[in-house]
């Protein structure tokens, strides 16, 4: 059984960081692509980064310089670094994984979900 558990954000100010965690387990494989992705109320939800079965990543042109992915394959966790946040940053955000190395910035391609981690970004 696959399981995402996601740790880390909570509120801060413009400006400053802050960095989230999601610890992987059920997945046969070593290569599997995992993503954050985020939703904001009356928003629609957005892929903020991905990183795929071969460590390649990509980021959304709204975090781009600002927020780093990064994957431990031995502790099989997936981090998120946010640096200079905005207020638009605000969301909750998801850890989201698939088997297979091929993965985007879409909802529809990931098959498992964590349960979301609040991120709150004060001005």
């Known amino acids: 059984q696959v399981q995402l558990v996601e740790s880390g954000g909570g509120s801060v100010q413009a400006g400053g960081s802050l960095g989230l965690s999601c610890a992987a387990s059920?997945?046969?494989?070593?290569?599997?692509?995992m993503g954050w992705l985020r939703q904001a109320p009356g928003k629609e939800g957005e892929g903020v980064a991905r990183?795929?079965?071969?460590?390649?990543?990509t980021y959304a042109d709204s975090v781009r310089g600002r927020f780093t992915i990064s994957k431990d394959t031995a502790k099989n966790t997936l981090y998120l670094q946010m640096n200079s946040l905005k207020p638009e940053d605000t969301a909750m955000y998801y850890c989201?994984?698939?088997?297979?190395?091929?993965?985007?910035?879409?909802?529809?391609?990931?098959?498992?979900w964590g349960q979301g981690t609040q991120v709150t970004v004060s001005s």
């Open positions: 990183i795929n079965g071969i460590g390649w990543e």
């Open positions: 059920g997945y046969t494989s070593s290569r599997y692509c």
């Open positions: 989201a994984a698939r088997e297979g190395i091929r993965c985007g910035l879409d909802s529809h391609d990931y098959d498992d």
